[in-house]
Each structure stands twice: as structure tokens, then as C-alpha cells.
């Protein structure tokens, strides 16, 4: 069975400083990966998604960087956090090319406070 | 265009009572319609799906309803309970050049009071 791994699950940040968030699906192959974030009244925001390895696309113009080093591994990455990024990070990953219909599943979440 | 609106923000529902929670979207490419279930410090979790070729899908207690004219769906929790409160996602979803992206509505927390 395929299951997704995220860490950290929190972690409290000074404004200025670097982000790394990791996240690694296991049981499948090729899988579409998405960091999302998740702010209180906002829903949920796609932030990057990508296909294959070194293939990133960004849905919104932010603070944030994606990286795609492995087949199935993600990172979420900041040169320098401001207060606004601040939220709830969700790692995700879906079975490519079945057509439209297919499952997101979701990590745990990782909460970043920037302080 | 890529908007998915969803009301109410915040739902309470009497135990054994139905809740209903509506999205309404604009872009008629949209071709599939799931609901997500989260719990507080949770991912959230696939609970049912749609397409719009089908006006109502039903699992368990739970039902999707789909006016595809209107350009809108919701969730019906029937015999609602306690164990159902949670924060409730509606999404739509269309092939996009191979890839396939949610666009997530903004939430509804629901609380099940005895």
C-alpha cells in the first residue's frame, strides 16, 4: 500500500531564517506530488505540483521554492521566511495519468509558525 | 474562473439531524467533484466523489447532490453524529495537459452537538 511521510510535523521559525520541509510517498512510482498551504478561512492553496523529477510548476508567485530531487521525494524550501508564511503545509500525491477523477491523498501536515 | 465557492463557513447540527453544506463553481471544464474530511491537525481525506454526468451519489450516510445547470453540489450528512465533525472540503477538478490539479473550496467546519 502506498503511504506519504512529512516532517517536520511543527517547527517555530524566526522571520529571515531558511524552510525545509521534506516529504517522501512510498508504495508507488512516478506519483504527481503538490505542496499545498492551508490558512484559517482560506482553504486549501496549491502552491507547487510537479510530474517527474526536476519538474516544477508554481501556482502562485510567493516566497517559496519547490524541489523535486527524487522520484518520490519533495521539498518545500525558504532562502528567507517572512511572518506570512506562516501556516499549515500539506504534502500530496496522486496516480498520474488515469484520467480526470484521481485521489489526492494527503500527508499529516507540517505547522511553520514564523516568529 | 477557477473559483469554487463553498457556504456555510461554520455549520452546527443537532445529533441525528442532516447537514448540508452547498459549493457552487463557474468553469464549466470542471469534470469531477470530490468532498474532503479533515480533523483538526489531520490531512484531509477523500470522503466521496462526483462527476457530472450523475445527479446524485450516495455512500452510507453521506450524499452528493449535483445540479449541473446551476453549477452546483453539496453534501448531505444524513442521521448526522458526533463523530462527523470535522472540517468538510468541497473541490472540483479537469485534466490539465496531463496533469490533474484541485481547486478547494474555502471549508465548512461542522460541530455535532448531542
Known amino acids: 500500500s502506498q503511504t506519504i511521510h512529512q516532517w517536520p510535523a511543527t517547527l517555530v521559525q524566526p522571520v529571515g531564517s531558511p524552510l525545509s520541509l521534506e516529504c517522501t510517498v512510498e508504495?508507488?512510482?512516478?506519483?504527481?506530488l503538490y505542496w499545498y498551504r492551508q490558512a484559517a478561512g482560506r482553504g486549501l492553496q496549491l502552491l507547487f505540483y510537479?510530474?517527474?523529477?526536476?519538474?516544477i510548476s508554481s501556482e502562485v508567485p510567493q516566497n517559496l521554492s519547490a524541489s523535486r530531487p527524487q522520484d518520490r521525494q519533495f521539498i518545500l524550501s525558504s532562502k528567507k521566511l517572512l511572518l506570512s508564511d506562516s501556516g499549515f503545509y500539506l504534502c500530496?500525491?496522486?496516480?498520474?495519468?488515469?484520467?480526470?477523477?484521481?485521489?489526492?491523498?494527503f500527508g499529516e501536515g507540517s505547522w511553520l509558525t514564523v516568529v | 474562473q477557477q473559483q469554487v465557492k463553498q457556504s456555510p463557513q461554520s455549520l452546527i447540527v443537532q445529533k441525528g439531524g442532516i447537514s448540508i453544506i452547498n459549493c457552487a463553481y463557474e468553469?464549466?471544464?470542471?469534470?469531477?467533484f470530490p468532498w474532503y474530511q479533515q480533523f483538526p491537525g489531520k490531512g484531509p481525506a477523500l470522503l466521496i466523489a462526483?462527476?457530472?454526468?450523475?445527479s446524485e451519489k450516495k455512500e452510507g450516510r453521506f450524499t452528493i447532490s449535483f445540479n449541473k445547470s446551476a453549477k452546483q453540489f453539496s453534501l448531505h450528512i444524513m442521521d448526522s453524529q458526533p463523530g462527523d465533525s470535522a472540517t468538510y472540503f468541497c473541490?472540483?477538478?479537469?485534466?490539465?495537459?496531463?496533469?490533474?490539479?484541485?481547486?478547494f473550496g474555502t471549508g465548512t467546519r461542522l460541530t455535532i452537538i448531542p
Open positions: 500530496a500525491w496522486s496516480v498520474p495519468y488515469r484520467g480526470s477523477g484521481n485521489t489526492i491523498y
Open positions: 508504495g508507488t512510482s512516478n506519483p504527481n
Open positions: 510537479s510530474v517527474g523529477i526536476g519538474q
Open positions: 468553469n464549466t471544464a470542471f469534470d469531477y
Open positions: 462526483i462527476r457530472p454526468d450523475v
Open positions: 473541490a472540483a477538478s479537469r485534466r490539465d495537459f496531463g496533469n490533474e490539479k484541485l481547486t
